[in-house]
C-alpha cells in the first residue's frame, strides 16, 4: 500500500496567534518583529495584509516600514506560540501517532493506516484543516503525496488556507515546473550553483545526471536528485515516547542570541558562551537527558556565520563541562577578524540521564557531583526568583547581563536529516 504523507503548516503563525490576543489589529498589516533597543530589529512573521504591501521574513524592521508605513509590530511570546504548536499537535494526534514536528508551525503526518476510518489523504486534510480553524482560531496550508518532500512542498504551494494533492500522477506539472529553489534544502548558494550548470527548475534537477551532481555538490547531490524525483522514502517519526511522564522526546536543546553590542574578544564571548550554556544545560536537567554532542553557532557583523560541534567525553549535563567545551571549540575556530554579532551554543545525541556512566579513573568524579549538584541548587534558585536572580561573575558590570537566554532565544526547526 502506498503511503499517505500529510505535511499542515499553520499560515502567518505567530503575525496570526498575536491577532486572536489582540484583535484590534485583526484586520491591519501585522508583524511580529524583535526589540530594535536589543537589536533583535528584524521581521520574524508577518500576516498576510503585510506580506502584500512587501514586507519580508528577515528584513529589518525600518525596512518594513519603509514599505508599510502603517505596519504593526508586535514583539514574538514563544510561550504564547509553543502553546499553540502543542494544541495543534494534539489534534494532529486524532488521525495517527506518527507526527514530526518541523519547528513549531509545521508537522509531517503519516495517515496511510488512517485512510480506512477517517477518509483519503484529501478528506483527512479537510477535517484537521476545519478543526485548526474552529478550534485555535488560525488556518493552515497543507499538502498530501506519497513522500515527505513533495507533502512539505504541497503545503508551500498554495496559501492561505489551502489544500494541495501530489499524486504520481500530477507531481511533473505541479513539482517539475517550478523553480529549483523552491524545493526543500535548495538554498540561495545551492541554487546559484544550479543556475550555473543551467539547472533552473526541479525537473531539470530531476532528469540532470546523478553522478554529475555528486560530482558538484557531493552526498548532498544524490539527496537533491531523490527529492526532484519523488524518490525520498524517510519515515515520519512517531515522537510517541514520554519523557518525565508529560514531554516528548527531543533531539537537541539550543538557544541562540543577537548581542546587544558586538562581540570583539574571547572575554565577550566567553561571557555570552556561559550564558547561553547555563540556559541550555538547564533545559537539559528539566528534560532528564545528558548530551553527547555540543555545537557552537557564529554570526560576524557581516553576516557570514558558520557552525562547529564536538563530541564530549562522556555524558553531561554539567553546565561547566558544556560552557567548556563550546569555548574550546570556539577558540579552535575564529581569529576575531571580524567581531561578532550573534551565537549559539546546542547540545545534542540526547540520551536519558539514567543510563549508567563510566567512572573517570583520573579520580575526577568528586568534582564532577559537585558541579551537579551545584547546578541542581542554581536550578532552584532560579526557579523560585527568576533566571536573572543569580549570575556569574564574568556578567557583572557589562550591558549584556541583562539578558535573559532561557526567554530571549530563537527557536528553530528541527532538522529534516
Not at 2 to 19: G, K, L, Q
Not at 314 to 324: F, G, H, L, R
Not at 341 to 358: C, E, F, K, W, Y
Request: net charge positive; hydrophobic share 40%; with cysteine.
Amino acid at each position: 500500500m502506498e503511503r499517505v504523507i500529510i505535511h499542515s503548516d499553520m499560515n502567518s503563525f505567530y503575525a496570526n496567534v498575536e491577532c486572536l490576543y489582540n484583535p484590534k489589529i485583526r484586520d491591519l498589516p501585522v508583524a511580529v518583529g524583535g526589540n530594535p533597543e536589543k537589536r533583535h530589529g528584524i521581521i520574524l512573521a508577518k500576516n498576510e495584509k503585510a506580506k502584500k504591501a512587501g514586507v519580508k521574513t528577515g528584513e529589518t524592521l525600518w525596512q518594513a516600514l519603509g514599505k508599510c508605513p502603517d505596519l504593526v509590530i508586535v514583539p514574538p511570546n514563544f510561550e504564547r506560540y509553543l502553546r499553540y504548536s502543542k494544541l495543534s499537535r494534539k489534534i494532529y494526534n486524532r488521525y495517527t501517532d506518527q507526527v514530526e514536528p518541523f519547528g513549531l508551525d509545521e508537522c509531517w503526518l503519516d495517515v496511510t493506516n488512517s485512510v480506512k476510518i477517517h477518509g483519503s489523504g484529501e478528506e483527512i486534510a479537510q477535517k484537521i484543516s476545519l478543526e485548526i480553524q474552529d478550534e485555535l482560531g488560525v488556518t493552515v496550508s497543507i499538502g498530501v503525496s506519497w513522500n515527505k518532500i513533495f507533502a512539505k512542498f504541497g503545503s508551500d504551494y498554495k496559501k492561505p488556507n489551502a489544500i494541495t494533492v501530489i499524486n504520481r500522477v500530477n507531481y511533473k506539472k505541479i513539482v517539475w515546473e517550478q523553480e529549483a529553489g523552491d524545493l526543500l534544502y535548495v538554498g540561495r548558494a545551492t541554487k546559484k550553483k544550479l543556475l550555473k550548470y543551467g539547472i533552473y527548475t526541479i525537473g531539470q534537477l530531476a532528469e540532470s545526471n546523478q553522478d554529475f551532481l555528486v560530482l558538484v555538490f557531493g552526498k548532498m547531490g544524490a539527496v537533491l536528485w531523490r527529492f526532484a524525483n519523488g524518490l525520498d522514502d524517510s519515515p515520519v517519526k512517531a515522537f510517541d515516547e514520554h519523557y518525565n511522564g508529560n514531554e516528548r522526546f527531543i533531539k537537541s536543546i539550543g538557544n541562540s542570541i543577537t548581542t546587544p553590542r558586538d562581540l570583539k574578544n574571547l572575554r565577550d564571548v566567553k561571557l555570552i558562551i556561559y550564558m547561553l550554556t547555563e540556559s541550555v544545560a538547564m533545559r537539559l536537567r528539566e528534560t532528564g537527558c545528558f548530551c553527547l554532542t555540543v555545537d557552537i553557532h557564529v554570526r560576524n557583523k557581516e553576516l557570514y556565520s558558520f557552525t562547529r560541534q564536538v563530541k564530549l567525553d562522556k555524558p553531561s549535563d554539567i553546565t561547566n563541562e558544556i560552557a567548556k567545551a563550546a569555548i574550546e571549540l570556539f577558540e579552535k575556530n575564529y581569529d576575531f577578524s571580524l567581531d561578532i554579532r550573534s551565537m549559539g551554543v546546542r547540545v545534542a545525541d540526547l540520551v536519558p540521564n539514567t543510563i549508567p556512566i563510566q567512572l573517570d579513573v583520573f579520580g575526577r568524579e568528586e568534582e564532577r557531583l559537585r558541579l551537579a549538584q551545584l547546578d541542581t541548587t542554581i536550578d532552584g534558585l532560579r526557579k523560585r526568583f527568576g533566571n536573572l536572580s543569580i549570575q556569574r561573575a564574568i556578567t557583572l558590570g557589562d550591558q549584556m547581563s541583562c539578558l535573559d537566554p532561557k526567554k530571549d532565544h530563537v527557536i528553530h526547526p528541527i532538522g529534516y536529516f
